[in-house]
């Protein structure tokens, strides 16, 4: 499969690593429909992005709400090739606070968010994905999910956020071989630390100290290096079942 012919849906596209992903499928020749609930900023990375791009107000926790987008999406660009989980909140708290327990309420909207909403536009996507006609590899689509190195090392006041991008590294290797018999390829990026809206929300001294954290290159990840690993997934078909850590060789300390 090839990145200039893609017919992309993204969560989390109005921005970040969902953005650079639509941004390189677009660059590329691609068509993308961006998925996310920020209807300014996702008017607007639309409207960046030209005519080969859309915006559909989408709530991934909402299991209706994400078949409708996914069927409005297939229907603009007549199918779907890849899907790209990227929608995700990063809410901490330790679990027992100076206040008490965290309360639930804050851990389940976590897995609901970042683990139910990436299978909720998986399986949406991978339903349409199934009546493509196969490429020269057998290749009907490809699903990508966002997880993270919290996944292995979560630090302390992760414990939400951990257990919903280590859910996502599990669920992907069933999902592939479930998958396999209709062609569609199931993978995961585990980004390190990468300068995303919310940490360029942070002053500088605070990113420059966490990029001399990553052994090399000593800096923050960029987004457009997720959507080259992204592309690289899609353009590989043995690439398949896959977790990839795209993170300087950092390893995270406890705190």
Known sequence: MKIESAKAVISGGASGLGFATAERVINAGGEAILLDIND???????????????????????????????????????GITLAVNCAGIATAGRT????????????????????????????????????????????????????????FEGQ???????ASKGGVVGMMLPLAREFAQFGIRVNTIA?????????????????????????????????????QTAAFIYENAYVNGETIRVDGAIRMQPK
């Not at 027992?96 to 968010?113: A, H, K, M, Y």
């Not at 683990?115 to 057998?138: I, R, W």
């Not at 302390?156 to 951990?162: D, M, R, T």
């Not at 940490?199 to 959507?227: F, N, T």
């Open 156 to 162: 302390i006041g992760q414990a939400a956020y951990s």
């Open 96 to 151: 027992l606070g100076r206040d008490g327990p965290w309360p639930s309420e804050n851990f389940n909207r976590v897995i609901q968010i970042n683990l139910v909403g990436s299978y909720n536009v998986t399986k949406e996507a991978a339903a349409h994905m199934q009546l493509n006609d196969p490429d020269e590899n057998g290749d009907r689509g490809v699903i990508i999910s966002t997880a993270s190195i919290a996944a």
């Open 40 to 78: 300014e900023q996702g008017a607007a990375s639309a409207k960046k992005l030209g005519d080969r791009a859309r915006y559909i107000r989408t709530d991934v926790a909402d299991e209706n709400n994400v078949r409708l987008s996914i069927q409005q999406a297939k229907d603009a660009m007549d």
């Open 191 to 227: 980004p390190g630390i990468f300068l995303t809206p919310m940490m360029a929300g942070m002053p500088e001294e605070v990113q420059e100290s966490l990029g001399k954290q990553v052994p090399y290159p000593q800096r923050l990840g960029r987004p457009d290096e997720y959507a």
